[in-house]
């Protein structure tokens, strides 16, 4: 049918033609959803933080140059010395013996086992400073020990309190207790192991000790190595106990300046807060790249380092202002 005269319209006269979906979406912004609760809680938080920060900063009975004056005294330092030394050692004998707890643990041997449990249960039970006073006073109850045949004659004998100096009940100590925590961390990434490792292992004939120290531990210690770094924590700030033995720590020198000085009670303690915080600080520093290097083959990206989530903050936020810019 054909079109009516005067009815059709030139292409030249016809109205521009209305924006596409696509150009009417580019051109709305979208606007975030606002959440008023965060931004309300943030204020909170920020102010709380700020008049906490105040209070520090002004309140004289902080005395911070006091605190200054105590921070690198050559007697904090020697006591910060103890503190580290103590700590090695029992982390280094601590572990070495939550080894054989866990390896007793899942013996075959029926009497392994109930030894290894039995130690753990006692002296995850028993409180530190009892187990320090217990060894502090050992030489009460014996003192002389001695080397020989069960039962009969001794062949060398020692005198119990030349050999148990402060330091030496102070890491024992220590070291005994955190045997028992490290055995259940050791156990836990033995467990921790694919039952198909183990039985691929033996369809190979290998032996059981090849199989535990080239297969079995290696992966275990994906586990045991993060969480036993993090129990290192505790143990740093455990070694405020070894006082108590008469060894001057860190905490121990802070005390005896403290009776010295009471004035500046307050400082020292500060100070004692100062260095335990960086202690911990620099422990959980290692504890974060202990985790991302054992992270590798488990996850399909690394954590990200502090440094890498500062720059990718710093760039998300060059972008937004890019952004808010344009607008």
Not at 14 to 38: C, F, I
Not at 153 to 170: G, K, N
Not at 234 to 250: E, H, I, M, P
Request: glycine share 6%.
């Amino acid at each position: 049918m054909s079109e009516p005269p005067g009815a059709a319209v030139s292409v030249a006269e016809a109205p521009p033609p209305a924006d596409t979906p696509s150009k009417t979406l580019a051109a709305q912004r979208v606007l975030p959803l606002r959440r008023p609760g965060r931004w309300i809680a943030t204020a909170v938080v920020l102010v709380l933080a700020a008049q906490f920060v105040h209070g520090l900063v002004s309140n004289p009975f902080y005395q911070w140059d006091r605190f200054g004056y105590w921070f690198l005294r050559p007697t904090i330092l020697d006591g910060l010395l103890v503190t580290l030394e103590v700590t090695v050692y029992s982390a280094v004998l601590g572990l070495l013996g939550g080894i054989l707890l866990a390896l007793a643990r899942l013996s075959a041997s029926p009497v392994l086992r109930a030894v290894s449990w039995v130690y753990i249960w006692a002296l995850r039970s028993i409180p530190l400073i009892v187990v320090l006073l217990f060894l502090y006073n050992f030489s009460a109850l014996y003192k002389t020990l001695s080397l020989g045949v069960p039962f009969g004659p001794a062949f060398f004998t020692f005198d119990e309190s030349r050999l148990a100096t402060d330091m030496v009940v102070a890491v024992i100590g220590l070291s005994l207790n955190e045997a028992a925590y490290a055995a259940e961390v050791v156990r836990g990434g033995i467990l921790s192991v694919d039952q198909g490792q183990h039985e691929a292992a033996s369809a190979l004939g290998l032996p059981k000790r090849y199989q535990f120290r080239r297969i079995v531990f290696p992966q275990a210690l994906r586990s045991i190595t993060p969480n036993y770094v993090n129990q290192l924590i505790g143990l740093v700030k455990s070694t405020s106990l070894v006082f108590y033995v008469s060894l001057l720590d860190l905490f121990g020198t802070a005390q005896t300046m403290g009776a010295t000085y009471p004035g500046d009670i307050v400082p020292l303690l500060l100070v004692v807060t100062a260095w335990y915080l960086l202690l911990t600080s620099v422990v959980s520093v290692i504890q974060f790249y202990v985790e991302r290097y054992h992270a590798r083959g488990a996850t399909r990206t690394l954590p990200p380092t502090p440094l890498q989530k500062l720059r990718a903050g710093l760039t998300e936020l060059r972008a937004r202002i890019r952004r808010e810019a344009a607008v």
